[in-house]
């Protein structure tokens, strides 16, 4: 619609006066519809002559007076529908006051909701940390307690190795006491003066000679041999009584093949066998009081007397083979050495002193002093090796031949009067008792 034809149609609605107004708002025109019928009545209207300018301003002046009234009644009008439309949009806005006051219950629910979660997740958390903080406490405790345990440990274990090894250090000094800090002496020549000195290629012979006896001591002449085949070996008889004619005579071919040169030493008593394989020997040793006995060999054989007869003869074959060479040793024949051993004695048992046995050529030397050079380990320390520092003679002598056996022990008695009494060891023939004894309270065996 034109601007101009669109003006002219507002007045002539302006001109038309309320009622007309009125009418046409009440028949429910929208102000539109109006606008386009009065803007028809317009052109229809402008097809008339042109009024004049005085009549144009006139009519202008009254237009603006009706605008002015229109826009006055057009507020009244909008005012009646609003007061008309009121309670519906109060009930609107209570709707909606309602509803954001539900909204805001829900989020207060919701917020007081998760306020409680943040503060039961806040306590869980304090609970937690109240729990690890206590676990914490309960692991440096029971790593403190097992820090205070592993110092105890390791203060027991060092005090412990302290304790071992002052047991361990007293044990080597108590083994190093059992020895003596020497070394054996080997002397080619062990004779030096009226001393003999000894080294540890020593072999002991005491008690009687059995076949057992022989067969240690050829044995350990055979060892000492591939030691050394020049170094003496020392056969020392402190106690024998003699005994198996055939074990002394293995002794005596051992002494003869022997490489290194085999020194018998007498210390106390030699008798029998015992005494003729001193006697044979090649180098032997006495201490003056030392006491040797010859005698013819004896048997405890029976039988009837044809096997009498052929025992004696071998019996005389064995004195033959053993008391020559003593015989020989002498410088007297076997008749005259039986002739004197029953000239000295009517036993045949002819005894005598160290001295006086080296003058008949029964030892070579007389010594006043035996250093026992090999004897570098204490004697109470029993040795794991047999033969070491001596040899046994028989059952039970190895011990006592190197001192290291059990002391006779002699115990208290009562007799059959219930007189107490101590029953002395049994003394080898030659010996006898030099004992104190005035009330009889030791008696023989």
């Not at 806005?93 to 409680?116: C, G, N, S, T, V």
């Not at 869980?124 to 307690?145: F, M, W």
């Not at 080294?199 to 002449?221: E, F, H, K, Q």
């Not at 030691?227 to 402190?238: H, M, S």
Request: hydrophobic residues 40%; glycine residues 6%; proline residues 4%.
């Amino acid at each position: 619609m034109h601007p101009t034809i669109r003006l002219a149609a507002l007045l002539l609605l302006v001109s038309a006066g309320s009622s007309a107004r009125a009418e046409a708002l009440n028949a429910g025109l929208p102000v539109e519809d109006l606008l386009e019928l009065q803007a028809k009545q317009c052109e229809e209207k402008t097809a008339a002559p042109a009024p004049t300018l005085e009549a144009l301003k006139a009519e202008v002046g009254r237009l603006t007076v009706e605008k002015e009234k229109l826009s006055t009644e057009l507020a009244l009008a909008q005012a009646a529908v609003e007061k008309e439309l009121s309670p519906s949009k109060l009930n609107t806005i209570r709707l909606q006051a309602q509803l954001a006051e539900l909204k805001a219950k829900q989020d207060l629910a919701e917020y007081q909701e998760k306020l409680a979660e943040d503060k039961a997740l806040e306590e869980d958390k304090r609970a937690l940390d109240r729990a690890l903080l206590k676990s914490s406490i309960a692991k440096a405790e029971v790593e403190t307690e097992l820090a205070e345990i592993r110092r105890i440990e390791n203060a027991t274990q060092k005090e412990i190795a302290r304790i071992n090894s002052g047991i361990a250090l007293e044990k080597e000094e108590e083994e190093a006491r059992n020895y003596a800090m020497s070394d054996p002496v080997y002397l080619a020549e062990p004779l030096q003066g009226r001393k003999l000195v000894m080294s540890d290629r020593r072999i002991a012979l005491n008690g009687p000679i059995s076949m057992r006896t022989a067969d240690n001591i050829v044995s350990r002449i055979n060892y000492f041999n591939n030691r050394d085949a020049k170094l003496p070996i020392f056969l020392v008889i402190d106690d024998s009584p003699g005994g198996s004619v055939m074990a002394g005579y293995k002794i005596v071919k051992a002494m003869q093949g022997s490489q290194a040169p085999v020194h018998v030493v007498v210390k106390s008593f030699a008798a029998s066998m015992a005494a003729c394989i001193a006697t044979v020997a090649k180098h032997s040793y006495a201490y003056s009081n030392t006491v040797i006995l010859h005698h013819q060999i004896h048997s405890f054989a029976g039988g009837n007397l044809t096997q009498q007869q052929e025992w004696l003869k071998e019996m005389e074959e064995w004195w033959r083979r053993l008391a020559d060479p003593v015989a020989v040793k002498m410088g007297i024949s076997r008749e005259e050495l039986i002739k004197q051993m029953y000239a000295h004695a009517s036993s045949g048992d002819w005894s005598e002193f160290g001295d006086n046995a080296q003058k008949l050529k029964w030892v070579d030397h007389i010594v006043d002093e035996i250093q026992e050079t090999g004897t570098i380990k204490s004697p109470d320390v029993v040795s794991k090796t047999p033969g070491t520092g001596g040899i046994s003679a028989d059952d039970g002598m190895e011990a006592s031949a190197r001192g290291t056996g059990p002391v006779t022990e002699l115990k208290a008695q009562a007799d059959e009067k219930g007189r107490p009494y101590m029953s002395l060891p049994r003394l080898n023939p030659r010996d006898c008792y030099w004992l104190y004894n005035p009330d009889g309270y030791f008696r023989a065996p």
